[in-house]
């Protein structure tokens, strides 16, 4: 049995539910689709019997976001576990250690390419009934564009340096390509028009290679309560973690 968490990096597509808190079936993919996980969220799944969970995006400001701990949990269930795009890069840079399984440039940038900002990846966006329209850009999603034009010769290196200083000066809910622009109007020349070729939606595209993995994924044929051989670690049931199992 196979879950996703997922929203505004899928926008759009069949892999996001059409209304808030519940569930979609994808019976041709033998996936259950969620929206945003919030803490509990991968928990719960693992209680419910999921053996592979996908986790893209979460939810993190109006409720407490997906404990390192319930993913601990469900790995130490055996359950495998993706990461990837926003909220799924987070803690799978933290968890992939032991054993969680990260996708994606955005990942590979929190675990090994310095970045270190958790609101790099952040968005506001529309519950699940208008489809989880982003109305923000995420600091990665300005990054891999700038990258991009940069190695295009499309902006110079100090243009590069402004975009970006200018960009991440803007409040993540505030921020939008046009606020980006007219940040920048005054001192590069014609921005929008060099930069919008250039435009990469890092996230929908490591989303993407994550849902690919997801779901070519097959789970090894073992009773579905075998536990994995566990290398260097093993869990430790605290109280916290008690409190939220209650």
């Known amino acids: 049995m196979r879950i996703l968490f997922a929203g505004p990096s ?24 969620r929206g945003p996980a919030r803490c509990g969220d991968i928990t719960r799944a693992v209680d419910e019997g999921y053996r592979v969970v996908g986790l893209i995006d979460g939810r993190f400001e109006d409720v407490a976001a ?29 968890c992939h250690p032991f054993g969680m399984i990260g996708v994606g440039e955005v990942f590979s940038r929190y675990a090994f390419g310095g970045l270190e900002d958790d609101a790099a990846v952040a968005q506001v966006h529309a519950p699940a009934e208008f489809g989880y329209m982003a109305f923000s850009e995420a600091m990665v999603t300005v990054d891999a564009t700038l990258d991009a034009a940069l190695a295009r010769s499309a902006i110079t ?23 980006i622009f ?21 996230k929908r595209d490591d989303a993407l290679e994550m849902l690919d993995a997801l779901l070519k994924y097959t789970p090894p044929d073992k009773d579905k309560h075998a536990k994995p051989d566990l290398t260097g670690w093993l869990f430790n049931e605290t109280q916290q973690w008690r409190k939220l199992r209650a």
């Open 157 to 179: 290196a100090e243009e590069y340096s402004m975009f970006r200083i200018r960009a991440n000066a803007i409040f993540f809910k505030e921020r939008s390509w046009e606020h």
């Open 10 to 33: 899928l926008s759009g597509t069949e892999f996001v539910p059409v209304r808030t808190d519940e569930d979609r079936i994808l019976a041709h993919h033998a996936l259950t689709c």
């Open 182 to 202: 007219n940040a920048v109007s005054c001192d590069i020349d014609n921005a929008a028009q060099r930069l919008k070729p250039h435009i990469r939606n890092i």
């Open 66 to 94: 997906v404990w390192h701990k319930e993913i601990l949990h469900a790995l130490s269930q055996g359950v495998t576990v993706f990461g990837a795009a926003s909220m799924g890069a987070l803690r799978a840079a933290e």
